[in-house]
């Protein structure tokens, strides 16, 4: 703040001989830069931010006593100065009166200049006598190196007080705003998932906290030294730090506050994907059934001696219980939706490997059907890149199992014992002269 620690000690020597022109003259010279050393401190702590906030604050506490006392201080360190300023200014006169003083002139410049010199009025309130319990008196004597030294006590302990005040003020009201800033958003959003007072433990704990940062704040503010820790074993002014437990227990609760319901809100946010996702399960599921359903009446009608599963119809307890979750969404009970949506989603899983089941199972016959044909062609092909495709026995047996395949209703036994048939005689026909077949044949 610009405020010096100390004022510079008294450079001069105890009461002795009488000194000469050119000891007088080095000892003016110092009085002089200390006497601006002095006022230049003193002018800085009256302008100290610090001291300006206690002069204006509604004090309480610790605070209040101790700026009563430094009020005091701040002025008796005044009434020195300007007693200090006195005593430089009559020194000054008696050196000026002559170019080469006498002894008497030197007699007297020792005198003020060493000597108990220095008359103040007595200020009980302040003074170590009083302090210790002794007899106040009306004024009190100083030497100039003692004046010094009294007013380097009062100016540490005011400025140890104001710089410690302003150290409070400087830091906690600030960082206490912060936090009450954060702490209105983790309100919002608190209210936004359904965290309330007596509703939620968050929300009662956020009540606790808005209580205690309006509490600490008010505190802060009019009593700052209740709230410093004084550095141990340091002698500079304001040495030690702002005490920011009650603040950091504060900022920590907020914390673990604000966790559970980022915690709620991520559940929120993740129930409303997972909701989307059943849905698209469900529906994926009902699409399969319907497409089950009617691959079913196809087969019915196009084979013959078959036997075709029947293919249940949707789920209508998966879909009760998916709007019974989305109930528990829309009200912001997430503590019952959670587990429901664990369960629909496995149960929504499995039906649509239900569904998938049943459509195979329906579309088995189709698919035994396409394969036959698949096969037929595939020999058919075969037989004409040998030219044999006009063997009348290939033509009529591929006709037969032709007319099987391609008619409704298809009797796939049968059907499959025409294209074996036909495959035969290919394999037959296909093999080399030479080559003894048990009449199985190429299969391929």
């Known amino acids: 703040m610009g405020v010096a620690g100390s004022f510079p000690g008294f450079a001069g020597r105890p009461p002795g001989p009488v000194m000469d022109r050119d000891e007088a003259d080095r000892a003016l010279a110092r009085l002089a830069a200390e006497h601006e050393a002095v006022e230049t401190s003193l002018l800085a702590l ?18 209040e006593r101790r700026w009563a006392a430094a009020e005091q201080s701040i002025t008796l360190l005044w009434e020195y100065f300007d007693a200090y300023t006195g005593a430089l200014a009559r020194a000054r006169e008696i050196r000026a009166a002559r170019r080469n003083p006498g002894k008497d002139d030197l007699a007297a410049l020792t005198e003020v200049l060493r000597g108990d010199s220095v008359t103040v009025a007595n200020r009980a309130a302040v003074s170590p006598q009083a302090a210790t319990g002794g007899p106040a008196r009306l004024s009190e004597r100083f030497t100039l190196e003692e004046l010094v030294a009294r007013m380097n006590d009062l100016y540490a302990g005011s ?9 409070v003020w400087s830091a906690l009201p600030a960082r206490i705003d912060l936090l009450a800033a954060e702490l209105r958003r983790t309100r919002s959003l608190a209210h936004s998932v359904g965290v309330r007072p007596g509703e939620h433990p968050a929300g009662d704990d956020l009540e606790s906290i808005t209580e205690e940062l309006t509490t600490l704040r ?14 141990p074993g340091s002698a500079a002014p304001g040495g030690g730090r702002p005490d920011t437990a009650r603040y950091d227990r504060a900022a920590r609760a ?19 994907q997972r909701l989307v996702q059943l849905r ?73 490997l239900r569904a998938r089941d049943s459509l195979t199972s ?54 499959e014992q025409a294209v074996l048939r036909y495959q035969r005689a290919a394999t037959d026909l296909l093999a080399p002269p030479t080559g003894g077949h048990d009449g199985q044949g190429e299969t391929s």
Not at 159 to 167: G, P, T
Not at 218 to 231: E, K, M, R
Not at 394 to 409: F, G, H, K, Q, T
């Open 46 to 63: 009256q302008d100290h931010a610090g001291r300006r906030l206690l002069e204006g604050a509604d004090l309480t506490g610790v605070t």
């Open 159 to 167: 400025l140890d007080m104001v710089v410690a005040a302003d150290s």
């Open 218 to 231: 008010v505190q802060v503010i009019s009593d700052p030294l209740a709230f410093w820790l004084p550095g």
């Open 254 to 272: 907020l914390e673990d506050v604000r966790r559970e319901i980022e915690a709620v809100l991520a559940v929120r946010q993740d129930a409303e």
């Open 280 to 352: 698209d399960v469900l529906s994926r599921a009902d699409r399969t059934l319907s497409e089950a359903r009617s691959a079913r009446g196809e087969v019915l009608a196009k084979i013959a001696a078959s036997e075709v599963p029947a293919v249940s119809g949707p789920p209508t307890a998966l879909q009760e219980r998916l709007a019974a979750a989305s109930e528990y969404r829309r009200h912001a009970q997430w503590n019952r939706l959670s587990p429901l949506l664990d369960s629909l989603e496995r149960e929504a899983e499995d039906e649509l």
């Open 362 to 415: 329906v579309t088995a016959p189709l698919a035994v059907r396409a394969e036959l044909r698949g096969r037929l062609d595939a020999y058919r092909a075969k037989v004409t890149r040998h030219g044999l495709a006009e063997d009348p026995l290939l033509v009529e047996r591929y006709d037969a199992a032709r007319r099987m395949l391609w008619s409704a209703p298809c009797d796939l036994r049968v059907a």
